[in-house]
């Protein structure tokens, strides 16, 4: 199956590097650019120049309209596309608007061509892909009340799933069943008070449940 992609950045230069990136691997396939939100939308609606979007590669500040606002729009208008937010900007104003605004990752524009790559795929599969950057920034921030506290098994989901194991990789590496992984992942966005895994990631780094690769 070809991941289709669309590339949304207000810097030709940018799109143009990151589709010489994404066009020479075999199972990948730019379907389409745009320089800001509106247009990223219009061409997702029209299904791009490929018959169809799969994950939108995403910068935060354009003109007429960021990022954060398209990707609100994209989760009410083509709730099965994946954004994979990519930017030069980690800070809070940035990273918390567009996870809570349904992005499926963030990642920073250093990220090493190799990484990049994987975390179009993860993406595609629906897989939250933070940064290690991005991660350490959301450590410890206090959002709202404290949620309840996790049981030691929705912890090792969670953990599981920050390190990108589907489902199913779950299950097995716990030794049990994916209705059971689906299970506790519902208890989780319940406790955590979000709706998707990349959302229960996020979150999990804020509340200093998941620690970063590397501290």
């Known amino acids: 199956m070809t991941v289709k992609v669309l590339i949304v950045d207000d810097h030709p230069v940018v799109r143009d590097g990151l589709r010489g990136v994404i066009d020479g691997e075999p199972d990948m396939e730019v379907v389409g650019e745009a320089g800001d939100g509106a247009e990223a939308l219009a061409r997702v609606a029209d299904g791009g120049?490929?018959?169809?979007?799969?994950?939108?590669?995403?910068?935060?500040r354009m003109?007429?309209?960021?990022?954060?606002?398209?990707?609100?729009?994209?989760?009410?208008?083509a709730p099965a596309v994946r954004v994979l937010v990519l930017t030069t900007f980690d800070t809070d104003r940035d990273v918390l608007p567009?996870?809570?605004?349904?992005?499926t990752g963030y990642l920073l524009k250093d990220t090493p061509r190799v990484e990049l790559l994987r975390a179009v795929r993860a993406a595609h599969r629906g897989e939250a892909v933070l940064s290690p950057a991005v991660a350490g920034r959301l450590m410890g921030q206090v959002r709202g009340p404290e949620p309840e506290v996790l049981s030691a098994r929705e912890l090792q989901v969670l953990t599981l799933v920050a390190a990108g194991?589907?489902?199913?990789?779950t299950a097995q590496?716990?030794?049990?069943?994916?209705?059971?992984?689906?299970?506790?992942?519902?208890?989780?966005?319940?406790?955590?008070?979000?709706?998707?895994?990349a959302s229960a990631v996020a979150v999990g780094y804020q509340r200093g449940l998941l620690v970063p690769e590397g501290r």
């Open 165 to 169: 194991s589907t489902n199913r990789e």
């Open 98 to 103: 567009a996870i809570e605004a349904g992005a």
């Open 173 to 197: 590496k716990l030794f049990i069943s994916e209705a059971t992984v689906k299970t506790h992942l519902l208890h989780i966005y319940a406790k955590l008070e979000v709706r998707d895994r």
């Open 49 to 60: 120049a490929g018959g169809g979007v799969d994950v939108v590669l995403m910068d935060l």
């Open 63 to 77: 003109p007429r309209m960021g990022g954060v606002e398209a990707i609100k729009e994209l989760r009410r208008t």
